[in-house]
């Protein structure tokens, strides 16, 4: 079966006045029909600029898309013309945006800003598109929620802005969802209710989703596949399972590390060392070379080539074998 998603060498560079901001540089992953991939990194890594210039959402320029392809449903993305690209965009693709709070038209009520996909995309009335937002609304725990539609954003907290962005893009019953950090302002209580939800949906409606994240924990307990980021690069990919209990780059297993568990008694968590690096001075070997514990010679120059291991688990590191 043919993947809903198929992401190939996608390089998106901001070019600016002080330089060329490599912040996507040659990613690739392919998503099935009902998986979620988990993506992890540490901020400025390139997780929210990959998923925003697949769906054409950054202006051109200073991006500029230097090689790829991304094909959704028999459509490159990456070449569609704009028209394309709206009638996929909130449609068969939905998105999370990460800031609730800049995400809503302040000027414009909660209801008229959730019925437009669906009188855009649906051609329902706006008496039927209505009716659908407000059982949105009514899914992701808003009380009142015929109320709320008649709310502007600036009444709501920014958990509920939060929870309005995901009806938002649950409402067209899109194909593939895009969440970019979409419990960072709720509370553990709501946030466990959201994922319930988002699992929920998926298994009714086949839904693919990309999970874009800080926490290791709602990755685990979500994802399908992980896809490990750092300054723009893939550096290890494949099942839940083998990220998580057989991680073979040094990053995936600093980043587990550093990461509270409940089921295991230390002291304090060991921090990476160091800072990311500048994406406008790398070089041509691994990034992670100067904060890396167990670096070789050749990190410093060159650049790994991938290493597979069991099915589609890949890793981006020139140790043949990662020390216990």
Same mark, same amino acid.
């Given at each position: 079966?043919?993947?809903?998603?198929?992401?190939?060498?996608? %390089?998106? !560079?901001?070019?600016?006045?002080?330089?060329? +901001?490599?912040?996507?540089? #040659?990613?690739?992953?392919?998503?099935? %029909?009902?998986?979620?991939?988990?993506?992890?990194? *540490?901020?400025?890594?390139?997780?929210?600029?990959?998923?925003?210039?697949?769906?054409?959402?950054?202006?051109?320029?200073?991006?500029?898309?230097?090689? #790829?392809?991304?094909?959704?449903?028999?459509?490159?993305?990456?070449?569609?013309?704009?028209?394309?690209?709206? &009638?996929?965009?909130?449609?068969?693709?939905?998105?999370?945006?990460?800031?609730?709070?800049?995400?809503?038209?302040?000027?414009?009520?909660?209801?008229?800003?959730?019925?437009?996909?669906?009188?855009?995309?649906?051609? $329902?009335? %706006? %008496?039927?598109?209505?009716?659908?937002?407000?059982? &949105?609304?009514?899914?992701?725990?808003?009380?009142?929620?015929?109320?709320?539609?008649?709310?502007?954003?600036?009444?709501?907290? #920014?958990?509920?802005?939060?929870?309005?962005?995901?009806?938002?893009?649950?409402?067209?019953?899109?194909?593939?969802?895009?969440?970019?950090?979409?419990?960072?302002?709720?509370?553990?209580?709501?946030?466990?209710?959201? $994922?319930? $939800? $988002?699992?929920?949906?998926?298994?009714?409606?086949?839904?693919?989703?990309?999970?874009?994240?800080?926490?290791?924990?709602?990755?685990?307990?979500?994802?399908? =596949?992980?896809? +490990?980021?750092?300054?723009?690069?893939?550096?290890?990919?494949?099942?839940?399972?083998?990220?998580?209990?057989?991680?073979?780059?040094?990053?995936?297993?600093?980043?587990?590390? &550093?990461?509270?568990?409940?089921?295991? *008694?230390?002291?304090?968590?060991?921090?990476?060392?160091? &800072?990311?690096?500048?994406?406008? =001075?790398?070089? #041509?070997?691994?990034?992670?070379?100067?904060?890396?514990?167990?670096?070789?010679?050749?990190?410093?120059?060159?650049?790994? *080539?991938?290493?597979?291991?069991?099915?589609?688990?890949?890793?981006?590191? !020139?140790?043949? *074998?990662?020390?216990?």
């Amino acid at each position: 079966m043919a993947p809903i998603l198929d992401v190939r060498n996608l %390089k998106a !560079h901001f070019h600016t006045r002080r330089g060329v +901001v490599r912040a996507v540089d #040659g990613i690739g992953f392919s998503l099935e %029909k009902g998986e979620t991939l988990g993506i992890v990194g *540490e901020s400025g890594s390139g997780k929210s600029v990959t998923q925003l210039s697949i769906l054409g959402l950054l202006p051109t320029p200073p991006l500029k898309i230097e090689s #790829g392809e991304a094909f959704f449903g028999g459509l490159d993305l990456l070449k569609a013309s704009p028209a394309e690209l709206r &009638s996929v965009r909130g449609n068969k693709i939905s998105m999370i945006f990460q800031e609730p709070m800049t995400s809503l038209n302040p000027y414009l009520k909660i209801g008229t800003q959730l019925i437009e996909p669906l009188t855009r995309h649906r051609n $329902l009335t %706006k %008496k039927e598109a209505w009716a659908k937002a407000v059982v &949105s609304l009514e899914k992701v725990g808003i009380a009142d929620a015929e109320s709320a539609m008649n709310s502007y954003p600036h009444e709501f907290s #920014g958990g509920m802005r939060q929870r309005v962005m995901i009806a938002m893009a649950l409402t067209t019953d899109p194909e593939l969802l895009i969440a970019d950090e979409p419990t960072t302002a709720l509370d553990v209580t709501v946030q466990a209710q959201i $994922l319930d $939800l $988002l699992k929920a949906l998926q298994k009714e409606t086949g839904m693919a989703i990309i999970l874009i994240t800080h926490d290791l924990g709602v990755v685990a307990g979500m994802s399908d =596949r992980v896809l +490990v980021m750092y300054a723009g690069k893939a550096f290890e990919y494949g099942t839940t399972e083998d990220i998580f209990y057989r991680s073979q780059h040094p990053y995936t297993s600093a980043l587990l590390r &550093s990461t509270p568990r409940l089921d295991t *008694e230390v002291g304090s968590l060991p921090p990476i060392g160091g &800072s990311p690096p500048d994406l406008m =001075r790398l070089t #041509g070997g691994c990034p992670f070379f100067e904060r890396c514990t167990v670096r070789v010679n050749d990190c410093k120059e060159i650049f790994p *080539e991938v290493k597979t291991f069991a099915d589609s688990h890949r890793s981006y590191c !020139h140790l043949k *074998e990662l020390p216990q």
